[in-house]
């Protein structure tokens, strides 16, 4: 959402009560729409297994504001996009989510969704495979990223083997091994234990490269 003062058309993209330029009233205008500017596909370094890949989209709304938004989505140059507001990429980025399964992809995702702000929360059965993905995750960050982010991104993911606290999760992705039985029993479970809001996914949501 934009917002715009009466008197003066100065604009923000967080509500206001009064312009702080003239104290006029501030109104919301309607939702800006961003084209796609540019595309770049990032994905994480992982020699020797899958990679699991994201986008950056430089992004530019109809006032001429531009932002890099990144997505797990495919879209094209010149694609329009509704505009995000500081409120809703706020609320968004205080949502978590839930990893079910802590090997090479899992650890994967679980990084890229922590570095993009979101808290994750990865669980595996087997509690030595959980604690190996969160060291995978600091070595990885290790050769990338500064000390002080690098701590601040771990602080957002969670390993665990208490499929009760997928609870908390907005967005659950499954990336278990191939065991059609054992993905329906863990579902099954999730079901349970995960608000009716939470959405889930599997593994094939995400186009892999090699």
């Known amino acids: 959402m934009v917002y715009e003062c009466e008197d003066c058309q100065k ?74 507001s500081r409120e809703t990429k706020k609320v968004a980025k205080s949502r978590t989510v839930g990893i079910v399964g ?27 495979t959980a604690r190996k993905a969160l060291i995978k995750i600091d070595k990885a960050l290790s050769k990338t990223t500064k000390d002080e982010l690098k701590q601040e991104i771990l602080s957002r993911v969670k390993a665990t083997t208490n499929l009760y606290e997928m609870e908390h999760a907005d967005l659950v992705i499954e990336v278990l091994t191939e065991d059609m039985e054992l993905k329906k029993e863990v579902f099954k479970e999730l079901d349970s234990e995960c608000s009716a809001d939470t959405i889930f996914r599997n593994q094939h949501l995400f186009s892999l490269c090699n």
């Open 11 to 84: 604009q923000w993209y967080y509500n206001v009560k009064k312009c702080i330029f003239c104290q006029g009233d501030v109104v919301a205008l309607a939702p800006a729409k961003s084209t796609v500017r540019g595309i770049t596909k990032i994905e994480i370094p992982s020699p020797g297994h899958t990679r699991v890949p994201y986008c950056d989209l430089l992004l530019e709304d109809e006032y001429g504001n531009f932002e890099i938004r990144k997505s797990f989505s495919d879209h094209e140059v010149g694609d329009m996009l509704e505009a995000e």
């Open 102 to 128: 802590a090997g090479t992809m899992g650890s994967g995702i679980a990084q890229i969704c922590a570095q993009t702000g979101y808290h994750v929360l990865m669980i595996d059965r087997h509690e030595e």
